[in-house]
C-alpha cells in the first residue's frame, strides 16, 4: 500500500457522513456501512472481502455465542489483507447483512478509516505548545515594568483580545507575540 493511499483511508470524515449510536446511555460516534464502502472505493476499487470461514452449505460461517453471533472476514485493500470481525445480536433482522456490514468497518478500521471514532484519545492532536524560555520571560518582566500605566493598559487590552493566559503560563509563541507587540506599539523608555 502506498502512502497516499494509507492516507486517503484514514482521513477524517465530514460530520455529515457520522451518525450516532445508542449504547448504554450514551451515544457513540460511528460511520455507516455506505461511507465506509466508498471509502474503500474510492481508494481502492478493487477491494475484496472474504469470510474467514465457510458454514458446511458455502455460506460464511456465522457463529452463535449465547445471544450474539459473530463472522469473521478478511478485507483486502491496495494489496493488503487484514482480519475483521462483526458482531449483532443472534435475533437480529437480517443478521448476515449486518454481520457483513459490521465486520467490514471493523475491519476498514485496521486500515485507520473512521480510526478517530473508535479512538478514546486525540490521534491527530497537534504537539503541545513549548513552554517560553528563560530568555523571553526575563525580557517579558523587563518590557512590562518599564511601561506607564496608559500603556499597561493599552497592552492589557490586547492581551485579554487574545485570550492569552497569565504571565506565566504564556507559551513560547505567545510570548513571542507579546514582546514583538510592545516592541513594535510602545515608546522606548526614557532614562
Not at 7 to 31: C, M, N, Q, S, W
Not at 119 to 144: G, H, I, V, Y
Not at 152 to 158: D, P
Request: hydrophobic share 40%; charged share 25%; aromatic share 8%.
Amino acid at each position: 500500500m502506498k502512502a497516499d493511499q494509507a492516507e486517503a483511508l484514514r482521513k477524517e470524515f465530514p460530520a455529515t457522513a457520522i451518525g450516532k449510536l445508542p449504547r448504554a446511555g450514551i451515544h457513540l460516534d460511528y460511520v455507516g456501512h455506505a461511507a465506509v464502502t466508498d471509502r474503500l472505493l474510492a481508494v481502492d476499487p478493487e477491494w475484496t472481502w472474504e469470510p474467514v470461514a465457510f458454514a458446511d452449505d458455502g455460506s460464511p460461517l456465522i457463529v452463535t455465542r449465547g445471544k450474539d453471533a459473530e463472522l469473521w472476514v478478511r478485507l483486502t485493500v491496495c494489496g493488503v489483507t487484514r482480519y475483521g470481525v462483526g458482531t449483532a445480536p443472534s435475533g437480529s433482522f437480517e443478521l448476515a447483512k449486518q454481520l457483513i456490514s459490521d465486520a467490514i468497518r471493523n475491519a476498514a478500521m485496521r486500515f485507520g478509516v473512521a480510526l478517530d471514532l473508535w479512538s478514546k484519545e486525540e490521534l491527530n492532536a497537534p504537539p503541545p505548545p513549548e513552554p517560553m524560555t528563560t530568555t523571553q520571560s526575563d525580557r517579558l518582566s523587563a518590557l512590562l515594568s518599564s511601561l506607564d500605566d496608559e500603556w499597561t493598559a493599552e497592552v492589557k487590552s490586547w492581551w485579554h483580545e487574545r485570550k492569552f493566559p497569565k504571565l506565566a503560563d504564556l507559551n513560547r509563541e505567545q510570548a513571542g507575540q507579546v514582546i514583538g507587540y510592545i516592541e513594535e506599539h510602545t515608546p522606548e523608555p526614557t532614562a
